[in-house]
């Protein structure tokens, strides 16, 4: 016998996955897919109360068909592993926004993008800092001045 209705219920993008985000927030923008891991979901949680404001997600987890994936060609990423988003606070420039992150110090993984207007955070084992040139990632020391 084969039960969906619990599957089906985990999908209404209306739920909340925490306090302050929705489902359809963290999961795939191309699909709907929630792949978003339940620790990273806790971890985001921390910082948007740390934050104290409000917190847009412009990409959370992507699944293996969602185009940025497709183009890595088989390269799993931390948006595929559901260890990650992209963000952006509404009234924040990036620069304070990138200050916060750094002093919650719970992100390892920061990569900016001024262009794109967003801060890519995630969980990894060790700390890496990266700006995103001509889309590619680039080494980045932290300095802001240096973007
Ligand atoms: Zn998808
Ligand atoms: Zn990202």
């Known amino acids: 016998m084969v ?10 993008p209306a739920w909340m996955v925490s306090k302050n985000f929705k489902v359809s927030e963290v999961a795939c923008k191309h699909c709907g897919k929630n792949g978003m891991q339940p620790e990273f979901v806790r971890l985001l949680q921390r910082f948007r109360d740390y934050l104290g404001a409000p917190v847009v997600i412009t990409s959370g987890y992507r699944c293996e068909l ?13 948006h595929r592993m559901g260890l990650a988003v992209d963000i952006h606070s509404p009234g924040m420039s990036l620069k304070e926004l990138y200050e916060k992150i750094e002093k919650f110090g719970s992100f390892l993984g920061v990569g900016v993008s001024v262009e794109g207007g967003f801060i890519h955070c995630d969980k990894r084992e060790s700390k890496a800092r990266w700006k995103y040139k001509d889309s590619k990632d680039v080494y980045w020391d932290g300095d802001w001045q240096s973007l």
């Open 66 to 78: 969602h185009p940025v994936e497709v183009a890595k060609k088989g390269r799993v990423g931390r």
């Open 3 to 12: 039960s969906c209705g619990m599957q089906t219920a985990q999908l209404n």
